[in-house]
C-alpha cells in the first residue's frame, strides 16, 4: 500500500500542472468531490481519464493503479481537479475559437490554454489564462459568452487528461485571419485545420 505521503505528492503534482487547489487530507480526498465509475467492456484508464477530465496519472494515483490496467466491473475512483465552472470557461473558449476545426483541433487549443496555466510566464490558473489582457478575441468580442458545444466539452475533458502527454503549444493562430507580425515569427510546430500551433 502506497504511503499517503507519496499519493498527496502524486496528487499535489498533477494538480499544481493545472494551477488548482485540491484538498490535502486523507478524509477529503476520500471523500468530497469525487465520482465512483464502474470499468465497462472495452475501457481503458485512458479512456476513463478523458471521461471525466482528470490527468490519466493523478487518476491512477488515486486509484493505486501502477499497472495500467482497468478491468470491466473494478470500480475507480474519480477525484474532481478541475472545477466544472473552470471546465465550463474554457469550454466556451474553445467553442468560440475552435468552432468548425476538426476535433483535435479543438482538444488542441484547451492544450494551449493548459500549458500556459503550467508556464512560468502566464498566469496560473485557467480563468486568469483566458481574461489575460489582449490574448484570445472572444473574450474581447463576447464570443465567449456563448453555450460551448458537446464537441468543445469533450475536448477540454481530453485535453485534461493528457496533460503532459501530447500538446505542449503555447500559442495558436489561424494565418488566414491574424496579422499579427509577432505571432508569424514563433516556430510553428502542428498544422490542425485552419490553426498553426507554436511554441
Not at 42 to 71: C, F, H, R, T
Not at 190 to 196: F, K, N, S
Amino acid at each position: 500500500m502506497r504511503t499517503f505521503t507519496s499519493f498527496v505528492f502524486a496528487v499535489t503534482l498533477g494538480i499544481l500542472i493545472l494551477g488548482f487547489t485540491f484538498p490535502m487530507n486523507s478524509e477529503t480526498l476520500a471523500n468530497k468531490n469525487t465520482k465512483k465509475h464502474t470499468v465497462k467492456q472495452g475501457e481503458s484508464i485512458w479512456d476513463i481519464a478523458k471521461m471525466y477530465g482528470v490527468p490519466i496519472q493523478v487518476l491512477k494515483d488515486v486509484n493505486e493503479n501502477e499497472n495500467n490496467v482497468a478491468n470491466p466491473g473494478d470500480t475507480f475512483t474519480i477525484p474532481s481537479v478541475v472545477s466544472e465552472t473552470h471546465k465550463e470557461l474554457l469550454s466556451r473558449l474553445v467553442h468560440a475559437e475552435a468552432k468548425g476545426e476538426p476535433y483535435n483541433g479543438k482538444v488542441a487549443v484547451a492544450a494551449v490554454v493548459l500549458n500556459r496555466v503550467q508556464d512560468d510566464e502566464f498566469p496560473d490558473s485557467i480563468k486568469d489564462v483566458i481574461y489575460q489582457k489582449g490574448q484570445f478575441s472572444p473574450v474581447d468580442d463576447g464570443a465567449i459568452n456563448q453555450p460551448a458545444g458537446e464537441d468543445a466539452q469533450r475536448a477540454v475533458n481530453e485535453a485534461i487528461a493528457i496533460q503532459d502527454y501530447a500538446y505542449h503549444e503555447l500559442y495558436f493562430y489561424n494565418p488566414s485571419i491574424s496579422d499579427s507580425k509577432w505571432m508569424r515569427t514563433l516556430k510553428v510546430v502542428r498544422v490542425i485545420g485552419g490553426h498553426h500551433f507554436a511554441i
